[in-house]
Structures are given as structure tokens and as C-alpha cells.
């Protein structure tokens, strides 16, 4: 279980933008940067090298959810 009060404090690495909590794939997802960033027994797991390239149409899909 991810505590979604870390959203209010964690940023992507590498953009310093604010992210979004995807509850179904347990990622923090930056559409800045467009990278998914794991979550792994509720711990975010902030690398780069870690993270997945999110496809357009998950970015679009994301920005229609905020």
C-alpha cells in the first residue's frame, strides 16, 4: 500500500515535476518526462535507470485523469 501523502513531497528526478499515483500498475507516473516510476511493497522506487518510458497514449490518458 503506497501512502499518497508522499505525493505531496516527492518530485521526478528528473524534471523536479509533480507526479501522479497509477493505483492499477502501482507507478508514480511524471508526464513531464514521460517515465513511470515503480512502486515496490509501497516503496517508490525514484531511479531513473528503474523507471519505464510511458507511451503517448498513456500520457494522453493521464493528463485526461488530472
Known amino acids: 500500500m503506497f501512502d499518497t501523502k ?3 513531497i516527492l518530485v521526478c528526478p528528473v524534471t523536479k515535476a509533480k507526479l501522479q499515483y ?3 500498475k502501482e507507478e508514480l ?3 513531464a518526462s514521460g517515465l513511470a516510476y515503480p512502486v515496490r ?3 517508490p522506487v ?3 535507470e528503474e ?3 510511458i507511451s503517448q497514449e498513456e500520457k494522453e490518458a493521464y493528463k485526461r485523469k488530472s
Open 6 to 8: 508522499l505525493l505531496e
Open 51 to 53: 523507471a519505464r518510458q
Open 41 to 43: 511493497d509501497g516503496i
Open 46 to 48: 525514484m531511479l531513473e
Open 29 to 31: 507516473v511524471c508526464l
Open 22 to 24: 497509477d493505483n492499477e
